[in-house]
């Protein structure tokens, strides 16, 4: 069975403190930070992410774009991320996929649980998040220290530079 997590981002910036704390100085700060850690749920979990954002919160118009594996979805003009989202659990929900659908909006949550995705809320979320972070920072201090995986010599700045690439970074 498939998973996909459909993410209504500026609700969830809206909910978390740290994300929402970030907003109101630099936007797209935070958006960046909520598509990393949305690449990091998805790496652990394995499920398939897609973060909504309306247009209206950003210059030009809509589009779908690849940033840490993860789908960044702006809405078109005229578009709220409800509607997109709505329009994805149709297109998306089958009897191999589970299309989970988090945002703290109540009315997208009746709506999307109506269409047969399951909700998750912003709170919800955010504490999964920590897991998995937690897990993570556990799963790296369990591993063994290797200062120089390639047999190809390599300074410490290149090869983290190739590491951050391996991990799907910019």
Do not use: C
């Not at 897609?50 to 209206?56: I, N, P, Y």
């Not at 840490?68 to 709505?86: H, K, P, W």
């Not at 920590?130 to 300074?155: A, D, G």
């Amino acid at each position: 069975m498939k998973d996909i997590l459909l993410v209504d981002g500026y609700n969830i910036i809206g909910d978390w403190p740290e994300l929402k704390a970030l907003r109101e100085t630099d936007l797209a700060e935070a958006r960046d930070r909520l598509i990393q850690k949305m690449a990091e749920y998805q790496a652990y979990n394995g499920w398939e992410i897609k973060v909504v954002f309306d247009a209206h919160m950003v210059e030009g118009v809509g589009g779908k774009y690849k940033d840490y594996l993860v789908d960044i979805i702006y809405t078109r003009e005229n578009e709220t991320a409800d509607e997109r989202i709505e329009k994805l659990v149709g297109e998306l929900k089958n009897i191999e996929t589970r299309v989970h659908v988090a945002t703290s909006d109540y009315a997208e949550q009746s709506l999307t649980f109506g269409s047969g995705a399951l909700r998750k809320s912003a709170p919800e979320l955010r504490v999964e998040m920590e897991l998995v972070e937690q897990n993570i920072t556990r799963e790296v201090t369990k591993q063994p220290k290797h200062e120089n995986m390639s047999n190809i010599p390599l300074s410490r700045e290149i090869a983290e530079i190739f590491d951050k690439w391996r991990r799907g970074g910019r």
